[in-house]
């Protein structure tokens, strides 16, 4: 096997060649100016196909626990960091600071969870005969969608936030 057979990497050109260790490089350099590299942009620049793009991709991230491959970009762990920090400077400087609370997973804000104990609570007082949780559930569920808009995707996944609220009331 010959050097052109095992290290070299033709271009799309077909005019020159890339080492794989070049590759890797280029791939690596990226990752490490702004935490993640997309293969399809580092493919056309160096001018080779993504498919060999992605072997050095798969490759680096096997040897770096600290870098995750999604979507067909390499992301490092430190990118994450930087981009809430950004997003934490940004809501200081607007004075906008959202606290939130965390609940089986989703984070709602104090006023989201308010809004939902005051639904949960008139829905409650509401009751006069002895009535199923289900059948108050799915009325606050119709309610609730009816008050929000289209894009917040509706309240099926409140589940837990709705027990939390209404053993709160009875507690």
Known sequence: MSLL???????????????????KAEVETEINR??????????SAVGVELV?????????????????????????????????EEVNEA?????????GKLEAGPLYTPAHVSRIRAVVRGAVRALTVPTALSAVWSCLQKQLREGDDVSSGGVSGEGVLF???LSGLFN
């Open 5 to 23: 057979d095992s290290d070299l990497l033709h271009t799309i050109i077909g005019k020159e060649f890339i080492t794989k260790e070049r590759l």
């Open 34 to 43: 702004i935490g993640r590299a997309s293969l399809v942009d580092i493919a």
């Open 52 to 84: 060999h793009c992605e072997r050095v991709a798969e490759q680096i991230v096997a040897e770096k626990p600290d870098l995750t491959f999604v979507q067909g970009e390499i992301v490092a762990d430190s990118y994450w960091d930087t981009v809430a």
């Open 91 to 99: 809501l200081e400087e607007s004075g906008k600071l959202i606290q």
């Open 163 to 165: 027990q939390s609220v």
